[in-house]
Every structure is written in structure tokens, then in C-alpha cells.
């Protein structure tokens, strides 16, 4: 596929959220689901990062969609300001979005 200067507005990425379980051996309960980010080109990646907002301030601008969030009953969770802003209280959540906007944001993504 050959690389196209002119870029989309967004891009997407899978997100894996790394949560502490209730097991007897400790071990870690992990869940995916896709995020859309806002691109931003370098110098506004540059600007963000030199900004030095909180994370949670900066994904509640970066994140404008996702996929494959449940609430508890099993139903898919629409996008919106609700849900993002209560998405955004959960630690594990914002590191696994920042994560993935960073990793899709400089290249480092890859195909498995």
C-alpha cells in the first residue's frame, strides 16, 4: 500500500486495559477494546507534550470515538461525553488509552 501525504483526521487503535483481579493467584484481568484518536501531526504532539496537561485533560480532547465498550449487562456503550468522562476516572483505562494514543501517534504500531 503506498503512503499517502494527505492524512485522515483520525485514526483508530486497539486499546488494552491491564486491571488487578480478584483471583487467588494475583494475577492480572486484561480487556481490548478500539479507541479513535484525533491526529495530530508532530508539532502539535510537541505542543501537548510541552503543554504538560494532565492525561486525563488531554484524552478527554484526543478521544472522539471507540468500539467494543460494555457496560456491566454486556451492551455496547455509545460515545459520548458521559461515558468518555466516566471512562476517564478509571486509572487502568487512561494508561491503556494514552498508551495507544502515543503508540499510534508515532509510528510505533505494527501488524501482527
Do not use: C
Not at 501525504?5 to 494475583?26: C, H, I, K, W
Not at 501537548?48 to 478521544?63: C, I, M
Not at 455496547?76 to 499510534?104: C, H
Amino acid at each position: 500500500m503506498p503512503y499517502v501525504l494527505t492524512r485522515r483526521t483520525t485514526f483508530t487503535m486497539q486499546v488494552t486495559v491491564s486491571e488487578p483481579g480478584n483471583s487467588a493467584d494475583g494475577s492480572i484481568d486484561e480487556f481490548t477494546f478500539v479507541a479513535e484518536f484525533k491526529r495530530y501531526d508532530g508539532d502539535q504532539i510537541e505542543a501537548l507534550l510541552k503543554e504538560n496537561k494532565p492525561v486525563r485533560a488531554a484524552l478527554q480532547d484526543l478521544l472522539v470515538g471507540w468500539s467494543g465498550l460494555h457496560d456491566e449487562n454486556g451492551r455496547e456503550l455509545p460515545f459520548n461525553d458521559s461515558y468518555r468522562d466516566a471512562l476517564l476516572k478509571i486509572p487502568p483505562a487512561v494508561v491503556g488509552l494514552w498508551t495507544a494514543f502515543l503508540q499510534g501517534s508515532s509510528g510505533a504500531a505494527r501488524k501482527n
